[in-house]
């Protein structure tokens, strides 16, 4: 199947992609409960949230590096679903260390990230599909900087300053609020950094978001601009045929 058509294609999986990007936020704070049903919802809400994404962003060129990098992408979205229903459902069950599964989700979620960003520059036209796809692009932005914050507080639990005690089960749900007012400019001071590395969270995650907005932006715009252009420029020449 041509590139361009593989685009088009592509295009019908911005709105699902979209839905799955705003579930986590909406569910997050049922999930925030430490009971078994909580951490099975979390669960759920991950894995379609993975699954989508995944089929969202294949392979549109083919080639043996892109193949090579998309079974690479792929097998670490698998390792992910493993993640969520295995190692980090026991730690959050037991209270146990399951940093390795939020630095393992965080890591998916970036690549996925750059993915469709890559995958938003090359497509051919502007209209609601793509726009969902720019915005599904957002808020994985502030979904991937909540698990990153999460894994980094795991490990110490002094780089934010939560606003009340926070048990492992909502940390995951405060340091997603955190993620996306700062890359909303918000801040509103109740969570704040503890030390210097949350401070260039902070730094990178807001750079980050006026990075993708101005850029893709942009693009989007440029793209909009040149495709009225060529319709014009197309209905101008057809009434010069009819004259």
Do not use: C
Request: charged share 10%; proline share 5%; glycine share 10%.
């Amino acid at each position: 199947m041509p590139p361009l058509q593989r685009l088009l294609r592509v295009e019908r999986q911005f709105v699902p992609l979209l839905i799955t990007t705003l579930l986590p936020i909406l569910l997050l704070p049922w999930t925030a409960h430490g009971q078994l049903f909580s951490h099975l919802t979390l669960a759920a809400v991950l894995s379609l949230l993975i699954g989508q994404t995944l089929r969202s962003l294949p392979l549109l060129i083919p080639s043996p590096w892109g193949a090579l990098w998309v079974g690479a992408y792929r097998l670490l979205g698998l390792a992910s679903l493993v993640v969520v229903w295995g190692p980090l459902q026991l730690g959050l069950q037991t209270g146990g260390n399951y940093r390795f599964g939020y630095w393992l989700l965080a890591l998916f979620f970036v690549l996925s990230s750059a993915r469709l960003v890559r995958l938003l520059a090359q497509v051919p036209r502007v209209n609601v599909q793509v726009m969902a796809g720019a915005a599904a692009g957002y808020v994985l932005l502030g979904l991937t900087g909540g698990m990153i914050a999460t894994a980094i507080q795991v490990i110490n639990p002094h780089t934010f300053i939560l606003d009340r005690t926070a048990g492992k089960e909502i940390i995951l749900d405060r340091l997603t609020y955190y993620s996306f007012i700062t890359i909303g400019g918000l801040g509103y001071g109740d969570i704040v950094p503890g030390n210097a590395f949350g401070e260039r969270f902070a730094i990178l995650m807001s750079l980050a978001s006026t990075l993708y907005v101005a850029l893709l932006v942009g693009l989007l715009l440029g793209r909009f601009i040149a495709s009225e252009q060529s319709k014009t420029i197309g209905d101008e020449t057809t009434h010069q045929d009819h004259d």
